[in-house]
């Protein structure tokens, strides 16, 4: 059974502070790993992607792979208002076009 | 504008009642997929397509079909619905199934009594 795990939260910081989201997965197969962003009453959207063990960054996220120890997490830093949402981890096996999601994160930023 | 078109937004029916619920991208995608919503249980793949009359099941295909005549096109067809069917319906659309950049419908919350 493949399973996404995420803390449902809500995770509460303050505007400026950097947000950290942790996300387990436990299918050693796992090989692309995506980050949602979701807020009330709209669709998801595709924030960042990683593939290879490490850190990737675009702006102000930073996407975190460690395979050996089967966790991904997405750091945003300079929290702001806006960036308050649900956070979706999702997971592909590698050969798979099936992606298991995690059932989010809240993340509230406060003023 | 690129985007993902969902019919209907919102809809009632009751058991065993046929529906389709339609889906349309304008960026010449290849990946169409659908996904259902559920509290407490997340975001969950139905079916896919990988391109024109190429379509396989996800996660959770039971009482469900769909088709893809059309590259823009991809509807979901609920033959015969049922109460456990209730949800919340997305419709996504990418180049691949690992694009950079993905794209969701606005979504449809059917209810089914």
């Known amino acids: 059974q493949k399973e996404v795990e995420q803390n449902s939260g809500p995770l509460s910081v303050p ?3 950097i947000a950290s989201l942790n996300c387990t ?3 050693r197969g796992s090989q692309s790993f995506f980050w949602y ?6 669709s998801p959207e595709l924030i960042m992607f990683i593939y290879s063990n490490g850190d990737k960054e675009d702006g ?9 120890s089967q966790y991904v997490s997405l750091l945003i830093r300079d929290s702001q208002p806006s960036d308050s949402a649900t956070y979706l981890c999702a997971v592909i096996r590698g050969g798979s076009y099936i992606p298991t999601f995690g059932r989010g994160t809240s993340l509230i930023v406060h003023p | 504008e690129a985007q993902v078109t969902q019919n209907p937004r919102y ?3 009751v058991t065993g009642k046929k529906l389709t619920v339609t889906c349309s991208q304008n960026m010449n995608h ?6 259902r919503q559920d509290p407490g249980l997340g975001l969950r793949q139905i079916y896919y397509s990988m391109n024109v009359e190429v379509t396989d099941k996800g996660d959770v295909p039971e009482g469900y079909k769909v088709s893809r005549k059309e590259k823009r096109n991809f509807p979901l067809i609920l033959e015969s619905p049922s109460p456990n069917q209730t949800s919340l319906y997305f419709c996504a659309s990418s180049l691949s199934f690992q694009a950079t950049e993905a794209f969701f419908g606005q979504g449809t919350r059917l209810t089914v009594v």
């Open chain 1, 15 to 17: 505007e400026g502070a």
């Open chain 1, 25 to 27: 997965y436990s299918d």
């Open chain 1, 37 to 42: 962003r979701q807020y009330s009453g709209k």
């Open chain 1, 60 to 68: 102000r996220f930073t996407a975190q792979l460690n395979k050996a």
């Open chain 2, 11 to 13: 809809l009632i029916t």
């Open chain 2, 30 to 35: 290849e990946y169409m997929s659908w996904y």
